[in-house]
């Protein structure tokens, strides 16, 4: 069975510029979540789908970041414009059931902003 | 805000010795503590976790211990082995999807 994909894997861009992330979960998994890292420091919640409907976007930054997931299957992340602080890695991260329970996540895009 | 912190960032112990990863949540409502490990270029995946109605579960070489009262976990590994150098991570949520992250532990195993 595929695991989570997330393209790309790293992505360099200047300030201003765009970028879509794209994240396909595991097939039959209607949670999907967003997730950030910036360098050294803590994981951080972004957005949390629920098929096609965004459960709970409390943790985007700014209206810069749009997420959408698309008749429930894979999702967006797109940053515009970028800024410097943008620069992290997100993760995306899927599960079968909403609550506590594993998630599985992809290998992460790295986003760097110059 | 609610927060997790994690201690140590960096960890390096000798191949066969302990290692021992703490956490500490602010949330007295947290009753899910999952760990995760990141291997370098490679996804964070669940190595255990634990739910707030026990205070020790164990996994072959690897445990984790809970204090509510105190409001911290901690991850033991027992022999460790090359394989075990990763990041790992801490989180802590209510039951639901909302973890909360620690900033990770950057393991050494040294041979």
């Known amino acids: 069975e595929a695991g989570v994909t997330q393209f790309p894997s790293h992505s360099v861009i200047e300030k201003g510029q765009t970028v879509t992330l794209r994240c396909d979960p595991i097939s039959g998994h209607d949670n999907l979540y967003w997730y950030r890292r910036v360098m050294g420091k803590e994981i951080k919640f972004l957005l949390h789908?629920?098929?096609?409907?965004?459960?709970?976007e409390s943790g985007m930054p700014n209206n810069r970041f749009l997420a959408e997931r698309t008749g429930g299957t894979y999702s967006t992340l797109k940053v515009q414009p970028a800024e410097l602080e943008d620069s992290g890695v997100y993760f995306c991260a899927s599960s079968q059931v909403t609550g506590a329970g594993e998630l599985f996540f992809g290998e992460g895009s790295r986003l760097t902003v110059l | 805000g609610e927060n997790v912190e994690q201690h140590p960032s960096t960890l390096s112990v000798q191949e066969g010795d302990s290692a021992v990863i703490k956490c500490t949540y602010s949330?007295?409502?947290?009753?899910?503590f999952p760990w995760y490990k990141q291997e370098l270029g490679k996804r964070p995946q669940l190595i255990i976790d634990i739910r707030s109605n026990v205070g020790e579960k164990k996994d072959q070489r690897i445990a984790v211990t809970l204090n509510k009262t105190a409001k911290h976990f901690s991850l033991h590994i027992t022999e460790t082995q090359p394989e075990d150098s990763a990041v790992y991570f801490c989180?802590?949520?209510?039951?639901?999807?909302?973890?909360?992250w620690g900033a990770g532990t950057k393991l050494i195993i040294k041979p």
């Open positions: 989180a802590a949520s209510r039951g639901n999807y909302q973890l909360i």
């Open positions: 949330d007295s409502a947290s009753n899910y």
């Open positions: 789908f629920v098929k096609e409907s965004k459960q709970d």
